[in-house]
């Protein structure tokens, strides 16, 4: 073997796992640079560039400077990574559990069941008494959207798998199930409602991030943080899932926990950022997609990848969300759905010659 | 060393292997044979723990229900009939989720030696699901070989279960693979594989184990296992044992002209 061989058969392994790995670095710089232009951008005149240099000054902010800045932009901003690094790696960790592209919490009934969960709460959350109310305060809507997601996903695995084989149509037939359920219980339950009520509710329909808080941010921001720092550690777990259960086992992983796991962390992101951004498309699917074809399959970088760039692609969509109709401003789930919508069908004609789906 | 002792697996009201005896040693291989449905693929499984089964299965001595998972995966790697892969994988990708079991340095050296173990030099960066059936098998088998690269580690023998690791090979790639078994098992590893060519299995398995309807019929070394009757038994058709002088390993040759007998 001459040398050139040698190292044309050990770099070629490497190939994409160090691409995977640089990917890392680029998104984070993305990332940043996104998240500066979505600090600076709003309806106001507010500027971040003069607010920063009357800081670097030493001069006070004024009050709208600072209203503007931290009580809107910034939580919004923070609201924005979070929900779509929740939705990217909730779409990447869903499609390793059932070992399919198609898989995602909006496609398959988990955000149907999560925002049925979260409107429950903020109807009947109603109906407890005052005292319970200010205990369960913010955290009620986010742990029902957590139960609801929860349930729904482990209804779904348990219909859709058997002898850890996963069918692509049952799974999709059990996500459209739920969804129509969900939907007609949220129906009901929209009837129930009163005025102040309906107007949280209405909010779901279309996913938004205006109305981003800092108790929102408290609220979503640790349980989706916990949720994507724990995925990271299924990398290696969900590439041998790829091989089935069974081979999985053999190869050391234990994959009843790695399935309880993984759906505890798709319910967890699914949940919270259903709670407090409705229903937004597309990122769970589209995002993992793109990843998988720049830099391959392997959960170990995907994972991370997906969290960046998820994070990246929702402010950006709100960015154009913030900008198209200026002053107004249009939800955000219409913005990924008509960018996302067209990505997702070009991925099912890439798709079309597998027969199994 | 693996000993499986009064194996029973039902599975739907039905007794699919019954009071079923095995043995491997390290250093040698082990094969089953037995006509299509017989449980040899169960028999596997009961093995690896992939169905439920009563009776007791002991690997290097201790029973496989008190190793850990990751435990386990150190001292056997295991080669399923027919596996299946999700998302687009390179072939270099697959072997190496073999070396996950805690083998650290070198990944990429074992990785590429069994490949070119399994003759698959030059496949690194090919798509899994774009290579033949047969290149799939050999990626797989050099996966599982992967996972116990080292035949014995810290002084206890590490075990290959493979259920038709060359069922869908040409002769010459058939060779290679079980000369790659019979060195794993030279250096003591143990090698327990499920086989359907009986004469590749004279040749190479030094102890062979048959199961008939679900029944471990016959067991011990191949010489003495291989006879006229009891394989014709086993498979129900007119085998026939045979030698030449010059070739110590027996041959088996089937009875064409008496095979529609039992076919009525
Ligand atoms: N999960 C299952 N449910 C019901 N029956 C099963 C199951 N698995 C195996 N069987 C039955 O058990 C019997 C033994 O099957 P097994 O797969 O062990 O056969 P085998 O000896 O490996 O056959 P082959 O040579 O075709 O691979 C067959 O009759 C099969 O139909
Ligand atoms: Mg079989």
Redesign the interface.
């Known amino acids: 073997m001459t040398i050139s061989d040698s190292i044309s ?2 770099a ?5 796992r160090s691409r995977a790995r640089q990917a890392h670095i680029w998104l984070a710089l993305l990332l940043g640079v996104v998240s500066v232009v979505s600090l600076a951008t709003g309806p106001t005149g507010t500027s971040l560039w003069g607010a920063i240099a009357k800081l670097l000054a030493g001069e006070p902010l004024t009050a709208m400077e600072r209203v503007v800045l931290w009580d809107i932009r910034m939580p919004r901003l923070i609201l924005g990574i979070t929900v779509g690094a929740a939705l990217a790696v909730s779409g990447a960790v869903m499609q390793g559990l059932f ?3 198609l898989a995602d919490p909006g496609l398959v009934g988990v955000s149907a069941g999560a925002g049925l969960g979260a409107i429950l709460a903020i109807v009947l959350g109603a109906l407890l008494p005052v005292w319970a109310q200010d205990v369960a305060g913010n955290a009620l809507v986010p742990i029902a959207a957590f139960m609801g997601g929860w349930l729904s996903t482990i209804i779904l695995y348990r219909v859709s798998t058997r002898r850890g ?1 996963t069918s692509v149509a049952t799974m999709l037939l059990a996500g459209i199930a739920l969804g129509a359920l969900a939907g007609a219980v949220a129906g009901i339950l929209v009837y129930m409602a009163d005025d102040r009520q309906l107007r949280d509710l209405t909010f779901w329909g279309l996913g938004s991030l205006a109305g981003a808080t800092w108790s929102k941010v408290l609220v979503a921001g640790p349980l989706i943080g916990l949720a994507v720092i724990a995925s990271l550690f299924l990398g ?1 777990g969900l ?6 259960e ?2 999985a ?7 009843q926990r790695l399935k309880s796991a993984s759906i505890l962390i798709v319910a967890a992101a699914t949940g919270a950022a259903v709670a407090v951004s409705g229903g937004i498309g597309f990122i769970g699917i589209v995002v993992p997609h793109l990843l ?1 074809l720049a830099t ?3 959960h170990e970088t995907l994972l991370l990848n997906a969290a960046l760039l998820g994070a990246t692609l929702l402010l950006g969509a709100d960015i154009i969300s913030r900008l198209i109709i200026a002053p107004a401003e249009l939800p955000i789930g219409i913005v990924t759905a008509v960018l996302g919508a067209p990505v997702f069908l070009w991925i099912l004609l890439r798709r079309r010659g597998l027969v199994d789906l | 060393m693996i000993t499986a002792s009064d194996i029973q697996v039902r599975i739907a009201q039905k007794t699919i292997l019954q009071g079923v005896n095995f043995t491997a040693k390290p250093g040698q291989v082990t094969a089953i044979v037995g006509p299509n449905g017989s449980g040899k693929t169960t028999l596997l499984r009961a093995l ?3 169905v439920p089964w009563t009776g007791r299965v002991q690997i290097n001595g201790q029973d496989t229900s008190a190793y850990k ?6 001292v ?3 080669l ?1 009939q027919a ?8 072939v ?3 072997v ?3 070396l ?3 083998i650290h340095g070198h990944n ?2 074992i ?2 030696r069994a490949l070119d173990m399994v003759g698959l ?1 030059g496949y ?2 090919r798509f899994f699901h774009e290579l033949s059936g047969g290149e799939q098998q050999r990626a797989h088998l050099a996966r599982a070989l992967c ?1 116990v690269w080292e035949p014995v580690q810290n002084g206890s023998p590490r075990w290959l279960l493979l259920d038709e690791p060359v069922a869908s090979l040409d002769i010459g790639h058939q060779l290679l693979i079980m000369n790659c078994l019979a060195v794993f098992a030279q250096r003591g590893g143990g090698v327990v594989a499920v086989m359907h060519d009986l004469n590749l299995t004279a040749m190479v398995a030094d102890v062979v184990t048959i199961i008939a309807d679900g029944h471990a019929i016959a067991r011990g070394p191949v010489a003495d296992v291989f006879n006229d009757q009891t394989l014709s038994a086993a498979y129900k058709c007119d085998l026939r044992t045979n030698t030449v002088p010059t070739h110590p390993k027996a041959f088996i040759l089937p009875q064409v002209a008496r095979l529609s007998c039992s076919a009525v």
């Open positions: 058969g050990i070629a392994p490497s190939d994409r070992r399919n592209p084989r290696r590439n041998a899932l790829a091989l089935g069974a081979t086992a053999h190869l050391g992983i234990p994959v998988r391959g399959p392997d | 690896t723990d992939e998972p990751w435990e386990l995966a150190a056997r790697g295991v399923p596996a299946t892969l999700a998302f687009p994988f390179t270099i990708e697959v190496r989720m073999g996950m079991s805690g990429d050296t990785a590429q030099n690194e960066k996972q």
